[in-house]
């Protein structure tokens, strides 16, 4: 059984940075393509960030480029997503998930991944 767990949320001041981790266990980590999502409060769950199997290609949503990065780390079965310049508009659950869509694409709707951690909350004072 494949589980995802992120950690890394928490509260910081606007302009600050965080970085996320989500690690993957029960399945083969290295040929899933990976993605980051949001859900801040009475809203949909957004795209964030993408990186795609075997890795070297990456996507962001608009309001993230520039200030987000995505990388992975095949060896740990760990994804991250360093979040940089913090806004307080970043505020959100953030969600890791991951898809056993190999093509070497990276994919940017929810219904593209297979699997999904529960979330860590990052907050952003304004």
Excluded: H
């Amino acid at each position: 059984q494949v589980q995802l767990v992120e950690s890394g949320g928490g509260l910081v001041q606007a302009g600050g940075s965080l970085r996320l981790s989500c690690a993957v266990s029960g399945g083969t980590f290295s040929r899933y393509a990976l993605g980051w999502f949001r859900q801040a409060p009475g809203k949909e769950r957004e795209f964030v960030a993408a990186i795609n199997w075997p890795g070297g290609n990456t996507n962001y949503g608009d309001s993230v480029k520039g200030r987000f990065t995505i990388s992975r780390d095949d060896a740990e079965s760990t994804v991250y997503l360093q979040m940089n310049s913090l806004k307080p508009e970043d505020t959100a659950v953030y969600y890791c998930a991951a898809s056993r869509r190999n093509r070497g694409w990276t994919y940017t709707g929810r219904s593209d991944y297979d699997y999904w951690g529960p979330g860590t909350q990052v907050t952003v004072p304004s």
